[in-house]
């Protein structure tokens, strides 16, 4: 295909993508060096009957001018990475010179709305992958044993928790699981505590969101791997059983080998997914006990002031993040194309 | 196909039997949980006195004479007009598959067909964008958004919902395409035909799987997108997805949390039946990806 026709035939996609992906990214990172101006304040001296007196007013008329003149605000540099809301340089080297102990110091760090975030997005993204994996593999494998008739009913209810919007999926769970509902009264039943209730602890809020989590993304690793284990060679299953293979050890040696490419590519994506974590947040209506990395941003840039310095600074912080776990893909496709060509 | 020497001793057959039954009722109970009880209201769904009310409807019954009421559904649809935000969600998603099929196909044809180097890294580029959350982009457009007066109506939502959702389609789009034979369009570039005669003759008529496929993907993500719509649209151009999230702000201090619950049933259905009729393509997408790669 020659330069021109390839140019006129990705121009659309292309066009839609670097307006409304590339550029806006670019004023992201502009945006988060940059601060909103500060009022301009006005000194006026008021003479009474009882003397004069010196106030300060904000000038509203000069502080609009200078806002409409400037939208961006002014160019603060780093600070914005800097302050409380973000990485706190000044707050972490206190807590850090103060400390009574590393567990001290930890829960000091803990109380700063960056911090407590992306304690909570590492733990889900790094407890939520793995035991996904698991989960969707021994579905897969189950489902595999079953009657060809039986196949097509189990894959449809199984795909349901995953094609469901987030926040419907998450709703659904949180209702049950109040503690009035079906599911919250058989967990307070269980643990025999009539007061449990799973929204007002926060290591039980943080269980909840996993299990949703898992819930969630385990059905597609069980498409993917079941997908797998239809190309699974049986000459080679045979071969194991002929040399004596329990089915554990073929489960284990012949089975799961085969699968590994397939888990690599669950593992990336999903960590890549649950890293943004951020509606069953706001489903489960958590946020007291957990917030993530976007669930900050989202808050930044809702209600009446919207934010945009902060929600960029957290947003190129984020982007920055998924950089690193994408790292493994972009070096694996690289891989891919220089062994094609 | 199985031969006797692959047949599960009993325990071990009934053990995964009972394995995928569990994993069954784990995946669908709580939707139909959810179903039966929107039909209740908030004294059954959500029962202190006892959890079997939720299945009988007792309150229900007390209130309104039979043991299913449809009062969640009528206060979600006429009084909360829901029926807004579900207009909205269909016009939306309608122009976000339509738009980003139409522009999808040809860039991903193009790539399939350009040995070019620079097709690559327009895919890695592509891939990359797919990565970013797109929570991360919204507060990009705001600025510029309100700057030219756009902000709020559903055109901006359906025209960045295509661009986000671009990255994705290229890809699917792009290894479909490989998989068509390139002599067949060559072929008619030999006969004569233009690069896009030979598109619009040869590959048009054979690449319905994979669009629908992919169109598929597109519909889901525009429907379940929750951030783009929430930030960009005003109130009353809301979808389904943030009118739900609003609805938890404003019934839950009403008392009316039937009417979330309606509306998050009205929400689920139209995803059942796309499941029904479409499960072997949702399927087939998902694992195109990873086979491949």
């Known amino acids: 295909m020659k330069h021109r026709t390839f140019f006129w035939f990705f121009l659309p996609t292309g066009l839609a993508m670097l307006l409304f992906i590339a550029l806006p990214l670019v004023s992201v990172i502009i945006q988060s060096t940059h601060a909103p101006h500060e009022a301009v304040f006005r000194t006026v001296e008021n003479c009474g009957p009882f003397g004069c007196v010196e106030e300060t007013t904000i000038d509203q008329e000069a502080t609009r001018a200078i806002r409409d003149a400037e939208p961006l605000g002014r160019f603060v540099g780093l600070d914005i990475y800097l302050d409380r809301g973000h990485l706190a340089a000044q707050e972490v080297g206190e807590a850090w010179a103060n400390r009574e102990s590393i567990g001290d110091f930890l829960s000091r760090l803990g109380n700063l709305p960056f911090y407590r975030a992306m304690a909570f997005t590492l733990t889900y993204t790094f407890t939520v992958t793995p035991l996904l994996i698991v989960l969707g593999l021994m579905i897969a494998l189950a489902v595999n044993t079953v009657t060809q008739r039986l196949k097509g009913f189990i894959i449809f209810f199984s795909l349901l928790p995953m094609i469901v919007t987030p926040l419907v999926g998450s709703l659904i769970l949180f209702w049950m699981l109040d503690s009035r509902g079906v599911l919250g009264t058989f967990i307070q039943w269980a643990a025999n505590d009539p007061d449990l209730s799973l929204k007002a602890s926060t290591p039980l809020t943080w269980a909840m969101l996993i299990v949703y989590g898992i819930w969630s993304s385990a059905p597609f690793a069980f498409v993917v791997f079941y997908a797998g284990l239809q190309t699974l060679p049986q000459d080679q299953i045979e071969a194991a059983q002929i040399d004596g293979a329990t089915r554990w050890q073929q489960v284990k040696y012949v089975i799961v080998p085969h699968l590994m490419p397939l888990v690599t590519f669950v593992a990336l994506i999903q960590l890549m997914d649950n890293f943004r974590v951020l509606e069953p947040i706001i489903g489960f209506n958590a946020q007291a006990h957990a917030t993530s990395l976007s669930w900050i941003i989202l808050n930044d840039l809702g209600g009446e002031t919207r934010q945009l310095s902060a929600a960029s600074a957290t947003s190129v912080m984020t982007i920055l993040g998924v950089a690193i776990l994408l790292t493994p893909v972009l070096i694996r496709t690289w891989r891919d194309f220089r062994s094609k060509t | 196909m199985a031969s006797k020497a692959q047949r599960a001793p009993l325990g071990l057959r009934l053990a995964t039997g009972g394995f995928v039954v569990v994993w069954l009722i784990l995946a669908a109970f709580p939707f139909l949980w959810t179903l039966w009880g929107s039909f209740k209201v908030e004294l059954d769904f959500f029962s202190i006195a006892d959890w079997t009310n939720a299945l009988t409807g007792e309150n229900t019954e007390k209130v309104y004479g039979t043991p299913f009421t449809g009062a969640g559904y009528r206060g979600a649809w006429v009084q909360e007009e829901f029926w807004r935000a579900v207009i909205n969600t269909f016009v939306v998603c309608f122009f976000v598959v339509c738009t980003s099929l139409t522009i999808g196909t040809l860039g991903g044809y193009a790539l399939s067909r350009s040995g070019f180097r620079y097709t690559f890294w327009l895919l890695i580029i592509a891939l990359i964008f797919r990565a970013m959350p797109p929570v991360t982009l919204v507060s990009g457009y705001l600025l510029p958004f309100f700057e030219w007066n756009v902000w709020g109506i559903l055109p901006t939502a359906i ?76 109130e009353s151009n809301r979808t389904m997805i943030p009118e739900i999230a609003a609805f938890l702000g404003t019934t839950q201090t009403e008392g009316n949390v039937m009417f979330a619950v309606a509306a998050v049933v009205s929400a689920t259905a139209p995803l059942f039946v796309l499941v029904m009729f479409f499960q072997r393509q949702i399927v087939s997408g998902l694992t195109a990806g990873a086979v491949k790669g």
């Open chain 2, 159 to 234: 025209i960045v919902l295509v661009a986000i959702n671009q990255p994705f389609t290229l890809w699917m789009l792009h290894s479909f395409f490989q998989n068509i034979p390139k002599e067949l369009d060559e072929s008619a570039k030999v006969d004569g035909c233009t690069q896009f005669q030979a598109f619009r003759h040869v590959i048009v008529p054979v690449m319905w799987p994979g669009v629908i496929t992919t169109g598929l993907f597109s519909f889901l993500l525009a429907y379940n997108d929750f951030v783009v719509t929430a930030m960009l649209l005003s």
